[in-house]
């Protein structure tokens, strides 16, 4: 039982020294050319990190919105889908249910 506990003890405090030694010698990155290392520090470099989320949400709005992904052949022409969603009121081929023809059990 005292060599489990000897034993334990050693393993815990070696690897705790592994980890302070690897965390203090960690390098850090650090720019080696001059114009880099002041433009990190101005505030331009603050001003675009800060301004990045919103430029690529807006980004992701435009692509989501208008962005056919090139696949508008297959959704109209072969699926015609946009028939289906017209409904036969409006010269489509699909029927369209609302809330007033389901049946109370949906």
């Known amino acids: 039982m005292r060599l489990r506990r000897v034993v334990f ?3 815990t405090i070696a690897i705790t020294s ?8 960690m390098p850090t990155y650090a720019p080696q050319n001059a114009a880099v290392k002041n433009e990190m520090h101005s505030g331009n470099f603050r001003d ?21 992904f090139g696949d508008e052949d ?5 699926l015609r889908l946009h ?14 249910s609302s809330r007033k023809t389901r049946s109370s059990s949906d």
Do not use: Y
């Open 9 to 11: 003890a050693t393993l």
């Open 18 to 25: 592994a980890l302070v030694f690897a965390c203090v010698h």
């Open 48 to 68: 675009a990190v800060s301004d990045n989320p919103d430029k690529m949400f807006a980004e992701g709005r435009q692509i989501f919105r208008h962005d056919t």
């Open 74 to 78: 297959f959704w109209t022409g072969k």
């Open 83 to 96: 028939e289906a969603i017209a409904g036969e009121r409006f010269g489509g081929v699909g029927t369209v």
